[in-house]
């Protein structure tokens, strides 16, 4: 659990958040306040819309209703600057997403260089420092094909970091790796809820969960069923789905 959360500052107010695609609605009333400094972990079953919810934070997907306020900018309202937005919001996708034919360096100073125009020496120091903090500083040169799955998870999380986010989300950051590589990636995010990073992760890693999480959020259906502190959902779930699903991966 994040030593440092003791803020009341809002930085992500999710209000009535609806989604649909075409007849399929994947989200319905979605609430959720999401303090500085803080760390979310949401669970359910595939298909519950966690992942989707995520996605339309940062707006790549368009919520059909609702609103998105992060650190105070409605994304959702029109005419709002994206790319500023995103700046603020690192997130890492269960796919890697690396490019594959730049260097692990390169790759965490691309953004850097194109978004945030930094000079090419300023992002090459911040990709190595970033890089070291993940545990890759023997693997900056590498190319992406010559590292693990876990290793280049890693490599996701140090470009994220490297623009300075205010918040990170996680979408299965865990899931397409092999379990013995799965403890990497998690020790690093560990690392950040340690020091005080925002987060919200959507992830079955129950372990890390009970262990990290300030605050657990269960989803099934399209909507909130529960919420509450890791020992209040899984030592003592009020709703039948949650017990039902606790019950199934236990």
Known sequence: ???TNNSNEVVVSIKNLQKAFGDNVVLRDIDLDVHKGEVVVVLGPSGSGKSTML???NRLEHPTSGSIVVEGVDVCAKG???NK???????VFQQFNLFPHLSVKKNVM???????????EEAEKIAVEELT???????IDFMPSQLSGGQQQRVAIARALSMNPHVMLFDEATSALDPE???DVLGVMR?????????IVVTHEMGFARDVADRVVFMDGGVIVEEGTPSEVFDHPKSERTKAFLGNIS
Do not use: N, P, W, Y
């Open 1 to 3: 659990m994040s030593e």
């Open 80 to 82: 709002v600057d994206l």
């Open 55 to 57: 996605r339309c934070i």
């Open 110 to 120: 691309l953004a850097q260089q194109k978004v945030l125009k930094r000079s090419k």
């Open 181 to 183: 590589l799965v403890r």
């Open 85 to 91: 937005v995103r700046t603020h919001l690192g997130m």
């Open 133 to 139: 903090k993940v545990g890759l500083a023997e693997r």
């Open 191 to 199: 690392d950040l809820a340690h020091d005080g990073m925002t987060m």
